[in-house]
């Protein structure tokens, strides 16, 4: 496939600091190769930004590879842009067409307050990990994987689930700002592995009551979540959170 | 107790709530739509079963079901206004760009708006139907409670906002019926299909059948 260039008009949201004021900003981005990811569009932006000696436009990133869930923006409307199962950085200028008009948003939620132009603060979900999202083992040299037979139905669901790269997409795309999907992937995949029964009901316990506590919305099952998910974890999930819930606070004498 | 109690106060057990009174308003639908049925069979049978509601021995039953009624409607609408309005709050920046990933349905977005034009519904429904057969000064001219609902179906008026109330009484409920099964957690390959289509069914039949009295009062009704 040989490359073209496209001429794009970015608007970015620039925010100084957490309690400034933001607002939109155009940008142009000239003679940008549609081999370009979306992220090497910004840096090549940034430079010439830097070049004039202006503020570059800060967003997270790190592994540049789909693992590390930093680098959630909303692009066009769409956390991790238009495409299904893909973040931010797994997007590729090749989507675009030459003058196109992109809208760059940070994820917007309570829970989730801008730092600084699209990067976002989601410790809120290290938050909930901490409430309940371990499991707890001697430390030591690492257990035999097998002595502990899992049936296979359980350990793919299990590995589906973690896939989760805690990205906060989930919240973003959630018209409720909801946490659900996220909280659902964790409670589901050490719910469905005998390592995780210890702590099951008093997990899914705490953490349900630590994303309520930190302003995440409720779920009201619309299903935007998933859609937008780059790990497309599922709703099912959702559906097994909730009833890890109810089993714990009605047939458990485990009290949060 | 307060265990119980502290259960519906966290966003898990408020879905619950929600969806297990929504279960119970359909419920209650589906035994309201089958008596206003014998409207269909003429003013004898129409005003014969409300009589047997009201003036047997079977109104006692009526009462406390009537209580329980209230306290269903009551806790969904309190509850709905509750998660909705946290739901608001949990995102105070709106974003600029409103584009919706394509696969979430209108009616799950915005249960609230059909919410709210099924309460202004129910508070002019009560208003015309059970204070009117209770207290109304038309029965003295001898009206007879089939009389009062064909009189008021043939207001073009009332016929219109009835029929467009039970559009979004529809569009509750195909959001609802599914979205209260995977609130309780049931959401399973083998079932969920059917579970989404028999949704929809019942929310048509709901909505259509409730539709079809003032329809066919107004249009298609001759006298007796
Ligand atoms: C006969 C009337 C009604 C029926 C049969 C009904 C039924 C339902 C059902 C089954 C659900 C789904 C519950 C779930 O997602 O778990 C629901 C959701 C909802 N209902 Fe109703 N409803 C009725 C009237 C109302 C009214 C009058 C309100 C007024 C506030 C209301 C507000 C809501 C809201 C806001 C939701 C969404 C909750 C959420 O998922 O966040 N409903 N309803
Ligand atoms: S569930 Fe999906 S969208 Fe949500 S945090 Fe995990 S990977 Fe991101
Ligand atoms: S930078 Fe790590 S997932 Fe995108």
Same mark, same amino acid.
């Given at each position: 496939?040989?490359?073209?260039?496209?001429?794009?008009?970015?608007?970015?949201?620039?925010?100084?600091?957490?309690?400034?004021?933001?607002?939109?900003?155009?940008?142009?981005?000239?003679?940008?190769?549609?081999?370009?990811?979306?992220?090497?569009?910004?840096?090549?932006?940034?430079?010439?930004?830097?070049?004039?000696?202006?503020?570059?436009?800060?967003?997270?990133?790190?592994?540049?590879?789909?693992?590390?869930?930093?680098?959630?923006?909303?692009?066009?409307?769409?956390?991790?842009?238009?495409?299904?199962?893909?973040?931010?950085?797994?997007?590729?200028?090749?989507?675009?067409?030459?003058?196109?008009?992109?809208?760059?948003?940070?994820?917007?939620?309570?829970?989730?307050?801008?730092?600084?132009?699209?990067?976002?603060?989601?410790?809120?979900?290290?938050?909930?990990?901490?409430?309940?999202?371990?499991?707890?083992?001697?430390?030591?040299?690492?257990?035999?994987?097998?002595?502990?037979?899992?049936?296979?139905?359980?350990?793919?669901?299990?590995?589906?689930?973690?896939?989760?790269?805690?990205?906060?997409?989930?919240?973003?795309?959630?018209?409720?700002?909801?946490?659900?999907?996220?909280?659902?992937?964790?409670?589901?995949?050490?719910?469905?592995?005998?390592?995780?029964?210890?702590?099951?009901?008093?997990?899914?316990?705490?953490?349900?009551?630590?994303?309520?506590?930190?302003?995440?919305?409720?779920?009201?099952?619309?299903?935007?979540?998933?859609?937008?998910?780059?790990?497309?974890?599922?709703?099912?999930?959702?559906?097994?959170?909730?009833?890890?819930?109810?089993?714990?606070?009605?047939?458990?004498?485990?009290?949060? | 107790?307060?265990?119980?109690?502290?259960?519906?106060?966290?966003?898990?057990?408020?879905?619950?709530?929600?969806?297990?009174?929504?279960?119970?308003?359909?419920?209650?639908?589906?035994?309201?739509?089958?008596?206003?049925?014998?409207?269909?069979?003429? %003013?004898?049978?129409?005003?014969?079963?409300?009589?047997?509601?009201?003036?047997?021995?079977?109104?006692?039953?009526?009462?406390?079901?009537?209580?329980?009624?209230?306290?269903?409607? *009551?806790?969904?609408?309190?509850?709905? #206004? %509750?998660?909705?309005?946290?739901?608001?709050? *949990? %995102?105070?920046?709106?974003?600029?760009?409103?584009?919706?990933?394509?696969?979430?349905?209108?009616?799950?977005?915005?249960?609230?708006?059909? *919410?709210?034009?099924?309460?202004?519904?129910? #508070?002019?429904?009560?208003?015309?139907?059970?204070?009117?057969?209770?207290?109304?000064?038309?029965?003295? =001219?001898?009206?007879?409670?089939?009389?009062?609902?064909?009189?008021?179906?043939?207001?073009?008026?009332?016929?219109?906002?009835?029929?467009?109330?039970?559009?979004?009484?529809?569009?509750?409920?195909?959001?609802?019926?599914?979205?209260?099964?995977?609130?309780?957690?049931?959401?399973?390959?083998?079932? =969920?299909?059917? #579970?989404?289509?028999?949704? %929809?069914?019942?929310?048509?039949?709901?909505?259509?059948?409730?539709?079809?009295?003032?329809?066919?009062?107004?249009?298609?009704?001759?006298?007796?």
């Amino acid at each position: 496939m040989s490359s073209k260039k496209l001429n794009l008009t970015l608007k970015v949201w620039r925010q100084a600091g957490p309690n400034e004021k933001g607002e939109f900003k155009t940008y142009y981005a000239n003679n940008i190769s549609t081999e370009a990811s979306f992220l090497e569009m910004l840096d090549i932006v940034n430079e010439e930004l830097e070049a004039r000696g202006e503020d570059p436009i800060a967003y997270e990133h790190d592994c540049r590879e789909g693992i590390c869930g930093t680098c959630g923006m909303v692009i066009n409307g769409r956390p991790h842009g238009p495409l299904q199962g893909i973040t931010t950085c797994q997007l590729h200028m090749r989507h675009f067409k030459d003058g196109d008009v992109i809208y760059i948003e940070p994820f917007r939620a309570k829970a989730f307050p801008v730092i600084k132009d699209l990067v976002v603060d989601r410790s809120a979900f290290d938050k909930i990990i901490q409430a309940g999202g371990f499991i707890s083992v001697n430390t030591g040299s690492a257990p035999e994987a097998n002595s502990i037979p899992v049936k296979k139905e359980n350990a793919e669901l299990a590995m589906d689930a973690a896939a989760c790269i805690g990205c906060g997409a989930c919240v973003a795309a959630c018209p409720n700002a909801s946490a659900m999907l996220f909280v659902s992937a964790k409670v589901s995949h050490l719910a469905l592995l005998p390592q995780g029964l210890p702590e099951r009901e008093i997990r899914v316990q705490k953490m349900v009551a630590k994303m309520d506590e930190l302003g995440f919305g409720n779920c009201s099952n619309v299903g935007a979540c998933e859609a937008e998910c780059p790990k497309e974890i599922k709703i099912t999930n959702i559906a097994r959170l909730n009833r890890e819930f109810y089993r714990a606070r009605f047939l458990s004498n485990v009290e949060e | 107790m307060g265990w119980f109690l502290k259960t519906f106060n966290y966003s898990v057990g408020k879905k619950l709530l929600m969806a297990l009174t929504g279960f119970f308003l359909i419920l209650f639908l589906c035994i309201h739509l089958f008596g206003n049925s014998f409207l269909y069979l003429g %003013r004898d049978a129409f005003n014969n079963y409300v009589h047997f509601l009201n003036e047997t021995d079977l109104v006692y039953i009526i009462r406390v079901i009537e209580i329980i009624l209230v306290l269903g409607f *009551a806790f969904h609408i309190w509850d709905g #206004i %509750r998660l909705w309005w946290q739901n608001r709050k *949990a %995102r105070p920046v709106k974003y600029f760009v409103k584009t919706v990933d394509p696969k979430s349905t209108w009616t799950s977005r915005n249960m609230i708006y059909s *919410a709210l034009i099924i309460f202004v519904f129910l #508070i002019i429904h009560l208003r015309n139907f059970w204070y009117e057969f209770k207290y109304g000064s038309i029965k003295e =001219t001898g009206a007879t409670d089939y009389d009062i609902v064909v009189k008021t179906f043939q207001d073009p008026v009332y016929m219109i906002f009835y029929v467009v109330a039970m559009v979004f009484l529809f569009l509750h409920l195909h959001h609802g019926f599914q979205s209260a099964f995977q609130t309780l957690g049931i959401n399973h390959k083998k079932y =969920t299909p059917f #579970i989404v289509w028999f949704g %929809r069914v019942i929310a048509f039949v709901l909505s259509a059948g409730f539709a079809s009295f003032p329809i066919y009062f107004f249009f298609f009704y001759g006298g007796n």
